[in-house]
């Protein structure tokens, strides 16, 4: 678990937009979804869209290294330029995840870890949907390191963050064609960055920059946390919009993140 930030950092952050007081979530309420999978009769469960590894994490502060990823099924937003709507999207992919006891989730992760160094990734969808099965499943987990990804509207438990090696928080822009009531919560951000996570923005053009250095000053993140990562899912495109952004990355102290996962293998699933 990440250590509460010093000096500067724990100081007040004046909040530049003021939350909605009533949240509103595309398609499915947060307390729908959690009552339908955490439990199936008394066994905690949740519902997977895939297990996979072992692999490399392919993005963020953990590129390169070792992993085994257990993406969530179901989603709060709805981006644009989404590149896993099959955990998400009903209308385009029916059959969006099965329903997993916490138990059997646990065994099939740690029979691919390969080494102490193996990270177990719980990504989506968005994972934190699904609290109440994810708090059964983690005390299971307690050999391995778990980070977490998650898109920065809803808060992280106490129990989660307690087992937690560390969160990758990645707030949606205006890019991503998602209203900001939906998808910006100030609150929720000014927890994770005193929790110190590391933040992950998703960029094609200079403009971005804009509302990215709005967020972190707003919530003072450290520019060390911040991963720029080129959207695409092909090679040639990543490769040629990070060439537009970097720039921008390097002249603001930030972190530029290649997705490895689609310079090696390409738009290709369960990688």
Avoid at 123 to 147: R, S
């Amino acid at each position: 678990m990440f250590a509460i930030r010093q000096s500067g950092l724990t100081q007040h952050c004046a909040m530049s937009a003021m939350e909605s007081s009533t949240k509103k979530y595309v398609g499915e309420s947060v307390d729908s979804i959690s009552q339908q999978v955490s439990t199936q009769g008394t066994t905690p469960v949740l519902r997977v869209n895939e297990i996979f590894g072992p692999t490399i994490q392919g993005e963020g502060p953990d590129a390169g290294k070792p992993a085994v990823f257990l993406r969530l099924a179901r989603c709060n937003l709805t981006c644009e330029w989404c590149d896993t709507r099959y955990s998400w999207d009903l209308e385009s992919y029916p059959e969006i995840g099965s329903v997993m006891d916490v138990g059997e989730i646990a065994e099939r992760l740690k029979r691919e870890v390969v080494s102490d160094s193996t990270l177990i990734v719980v990504t989506g969808g968005e994972p934190l949907l699904q609290t109440k099965g994810l708090e059964a499943l983690v005390p299971l987990l307690y050999d391995n390191a778990i980070a977490f990804e998650t898109n920065g509207t809803l808060p992280p438990s106490k129990l989660l963050d307690e087992w937690c090696s560390h969160w990758t928080v990645s707030p949606k822009l205006e890019n991503s064609g998602v209203a900001k009531e939906l998808r910006y919560r100030p609150k929720v951000l000014e927890t994770f960055a005193e929790m110190g996570a590391a933040f992950k923005f998703v960029a094609w053009e200079s403009e971005s920059f804009d509302e990215i250095d709005e967020i972190v000053e707003t919530h003072c993140i450290e520019p060390a946390s911040v991963w720029i990562m080129p959207e695409g899912t092909e090679g040639d495109m990543l490769c040629d919009v990070a060439r537009v952004i970097v720039d921008d990355v390097i002249s603001r102290g930030y972190n530029l993140s290649m997705r490895h996962q689609v310079l090696i293998w390409g738009d290709t699933r369960g990688v």
